[in-house]
């Protein structure tokens, strides 16, 4: 289940917050489980399915963070942030704090 703060959507930050964590466990399900079924099990179809779906949540993260640094102003860097965490194992799960507090932020200006 996800954390109380997880469950609001109504901030741009927020929107990537929860992005990057469903786009991190697609990513573990792509690497530790899919991708394990192929090459041991021979059911290529698995990566298939998982990297489909993985990807599609990556290009949304990709255009969310975006839209975000946009409408938060947020600079290159912050996205630059999370789309190298996206690309690393566990990596959007460590950056989660950090989106956690840019969100309470924003949220406190508004």
Sequence with gaps: MLPAAMQRFDTP????????FVEGLSYLALLFVAMPLKYFADMPLAVRIVGSLHGALFVALALATLLAMRACGKGL???????????????TFWIDRGLGADDAAARSRA
Aim: charged content about 15%.
């Design 13 to 20: 930050i927020a929107r990537v917050r929860w992005l990057a």
């Design 77 to 91: 860097g912050w996205g630059a942030r999370i789309g190298v965490a996206s690309l690393i194992p566990f990596g």
